[in-house]
């Protein structure tokens, strides 16, 4: 399995700020995933990030709002915008496993406050 | 469409005692089936996975999990519980035909006492 790695881990931020989360792993990957799990709640997909190609988002998240770079494959950012204090959550960042069965390995989150 | 339904947000066992977390699916094909655990302050960790090469699934840390297509159930069970299974379970579904996109069950809060 991947080795993922998040910065930074946690984060408390002023509102109407924008703060960028990195992803890196430690092999190269065709698929990386951005979710967001609100407090007490489950992973929602925010989207899907493709070297190459503009990234792919869920409904109810818009590129300017949670802007994604994906320059190789082993890196990618995902940057939340003008936040409020509804975006604090726990932001993942995971890779396709390159299976057959499609399973995902997952960093260790970044949990971000925003006041 | 396909979803995937935890059937209780709290379990509470007592260490040594056998553990029970229920999930049931619904997909129009032949799903891809997941249990992650998510420790405290930590990320998700795959427990086990189901691929359609065996009904009875053996995970890591003495969990498993069956799948039963006539009840449309992947239940993960361990028969002995410790102290450091306590964390959040969360059942995940692809479904099948095609897709990479992972569905999240609600998630099991497992609370194991002395």
């Known amino acids: 399995s991947a080795v993922i790695s998040q910065k930074p881990s946690r984060d408390i931020c002023q509102r109407g700020t924008s703060l960028t989360i990195q992803c890196q792993v430690d092999?190269?990957?065709?698929?990386m995933f951005w979710y967001r799990q609100q407090p007490g709640q489950s992973l929602t997909l925010i989207a899907t990030?493709?070297?190459?190609?503009?990234?792919?988002?869920e409904s109810g998240f818009v590129i300017d709002k949670f802007p994604i770079s994906r320059p190789n494959l082993t890196f990618s950012t995902l940057t939340v915008s003008n936040m409020s204090p509804e975006d604090s959550s726990i932001y993942l960042c995971?890779?396709?496993?390159?299976?057959?069965?499609?399973?995902?390995?997952f960093g260790p989150g970044t949990r971000l406050t925003v006041l | 469409a396909q979803s995937v339904t935890q059937l209780d947000s709290h379990v509470s066992v007592s260490e040594g005692t056998p553990v029970l977390l229920r999930c049931n699916y619904s997909s129009s094909y032949s799903p891809s089936l997941f249990w992650y655990v998510q420790h405290p302050n930590k990320g998700l960790q795959l427990l086990l996975k189901y691929t359609s090469a065996a009904t009875l699934v053996k995970g890591i840390n003495g969990f498993e999990a069956e799948f039963k297509k006539s009840e449309t159930s992947f239940h993960l069970t361990k028969p002995s519980a410790h102290m450091s299974d306590a964390a959040e379970y969360f059942c995940?579904?692809?479904?099948?035909?095609?897709?990479?996109?992972?569905?999240f069950g609600t998630g099991t809060q497992l609370k194991v006492e002395l």
């Open positions: 092999s190269q990957v065709t698929m």
């Open positions: 995940v579904v692809i479904p099948g035909g095609g897709g990479n996109k992972l569905t």
């Open positions: 990030a493709n070297q190459g190609s503009e990234a792919t988002y």
């Open positions: 995971s890779v396709d496993g390159q299976g057959p069965y499609n399973e995902q390995f």
